[in-house]
């Protein structure tokens, strides 16, 4: 059974900083693309950042120099460091993990989110 268990969310002023963690079970976890979305009330879902097998790293323009995606394979787990955080940056937080099969389609899974709140 595949679990993906975000964690790290909560309450935090503007320019703050939270670090998110996504703990992954039953997958090959090291050879999953991982993503970060998020979703605030009223909107379609983000992607924010995401982190290949091989190390990459993609940020959605609004996050970039202020989010760093990270990953521990050895841990199965991770990583989403927030900086500098903005009252946009609200919303539920989604781990994803990816992998794209032999017959071309894609294998997804998702989690169950971690609410974030940017407020004073």
């Known amino acids: 059974q595949v679990q993906l268990v975000e964690s790290g969310g909560g309450l935090v002023q503007p320019g703050g900083s939270l670090r998110l963690s996504c703990a992954a079970s039953g997958i090959i976890f090291k050879i999953y693309n991982m993503g970060w979305y998020r979703q605030a009330p009223g909107k379609q879902r983000e992607l924010v950042a995401v982190i290949t097998s091989g190390g990459s790293t993609n940020y959605t323009d609004s996050v970039k120099g202020r989010f760093t995606v990270s990953r521990v394979n050895a841990e199965n787990t991770v990583y989403l460091q927030m900086n500098s955080l903005e009252p946009q940056g609200t919303a539920v937080y989604y781990c994803?993990?990816?992998?794209?099969?032999?017959?071309?389609?894609?294998?997804?899974?998702w989690g169950e989110g971690t609410q974030v709140t940017v407020s004073s």
């Open positions: 994803n993990a990816r992998r794209r099969l032999s017959t071309g389609t894609d294998l997804v899974y």
